[in-house]
């Protein structure tokens, strides 16, 4: 196993899951909310999250956690 996406509604436990399956494998997690939302909660321009999702998506290693952008999601 090399690459993982968690889905799941709001509140469903996709964080602690991930979080869990990042400390067994050792793959590195990534929390797509921090990629689409910079601090404080502003909304990152999507063509700037797409980037950074494709630029993830390119990486032989991940656990993905969230759902990202509607666009973003089969390319997991």
Do not use: C
């Not at 709001?10 to 590195?28: H, N, Q, V």
């Not at 929390?31 to 321009?45: A, E, I, T, W």
Request: aromatic share 8%; net charge neutral.
């Amino acid at each position: 196993m090399k690459r993982v996406a968690v889905f799941g509604n709001a509140g469903a436990g996709k964080s602690t899951l991930s979080k869990r399956l990042a400390e067994i494998t050792g793959l590195p997690l990534v929390h797509l909310d921090s990629m689409q939302y910079r601090p404080g909660g502003d909304q990152v321009p999507h063509a700037e999250f797409k980037a950074a999702h494709d630029h993830l998506l390119q990486q032989e290693q991940w656990i993905v956690d969230g759902f990202g952008s509607l666009d973003t999601v089969w390319q997991r």
